[in-house]
């Protein structure tokens, strides 16, 4: 079954790199998402990728995708206060239409 | 992307009574999906809503307990019945995406206490 899993917590210095990580059990993974979730505040998509690319790169995001060890990370250059949130990685399953299985989510405290 | 609003934003209710979250879309879309987020916790699929068909359930959630109504492509409903305090959690409608195919855009969330 489908399984995706994230570390809790991660605490940074403001203007440091930001690392989270996902990983994830499915391998028929087509999509693999980032979202991000501020107090008090739906979900709003970072950024995706395509689960035959590698690499992403938009702004400050960095999206790696490791299929062979199906491990997905973000990297956050420049880690501002403002980026202090929950971010949520998720996958979409080409047989499984267009539902999505979320991690439980990884608490970013970005600390000035 | 898509620009969903929800209402109410956030509600206090007593035990027993229900509770109707209206979710509206600026665009028609073909699938809205409903979410549950206890506190601390990450998302879970209640019930996927399509226009013109019953609502489909995951596993764990009934009908008589998340009544859900998709009356157009553009604007949905879900009603939590009955309630416990169980029940608080945030309650989120999402829809999918027009621009990026499989992907899903969210509304901002109902904040349910149930007292």
């Known amino acids: 079954g489908e399984d995706v899993e994230q570390s809790l917590f991660l605490s940074v210095r403001e203007g440091d790199s930001s690392v989270i990580n996902c990983t994830y059990t499915?391998?028929?993974?087509?999509?693999l998402y980032w979202y991000k979730q501020e107090p008090g505040a739906g979900l709003q998509l970072l950024t995706y990728?395509?689960?035959?690319?590698d690499m992403k790169q938009d702004q400050r995001l960095t999206v790696l995708l490791n299929k062979k060890d199906k491990h997905l990370s973000l990297r956050i250059a420049d880690t501002q206060t403002g980026d202090s949130a929950i971010y949520f990685c998720a996958e979409s399953i080409s047989n499984a239409g267009n539902m999505l299985t979320f991690g439980g989510g990884t608490r970013l405290m970005v600390k000035p | 992307s898509a620009v969903i609003s929800q209402k109410p934003s956030r509600d206090i209710c007593q035990r027993g009574t229900s509770l109707t979250i209206q979710c509206q879309v600026d665009?028609?879309?073909?699938?809205m999906f409903w979410y549950r987020q206890q506190p601390g916790q990450s998302l879970t699929l209640i019930a996927t809503?399509?226009?013109?068909?019953?609502?489909?359930?995951e596993s764990g959630f009934v009908i008589d307990k998340f009544p859900i109504s998709r009356p157009n492509l553009t604007f949905s409903t879900l009603t939590v019945s009955n309630m416990s305090p169980e029940d608080s959690s945030i309650y989120l409608c999402?829809?999918?995406?027009?621009?990026?195919?499989?992907?899903?855009?969210f509304g901002p969330g109902t904040r349910l206490l149930v007292l």
């Open positions: 499915d391998s028929s993974s087509t999509y």
């Open positions: 665009s028609q879309v073909t699938m």
């Open positions: 809503a399509n226009q013109g068909s019953e609502a489909t359930y």
């Open positions: 999402s829809v999918d995406g027009l621009a990026v195919q499989e992907t899903q855009y």
């Open positions: 990728i395509f689960s035959n690319m």
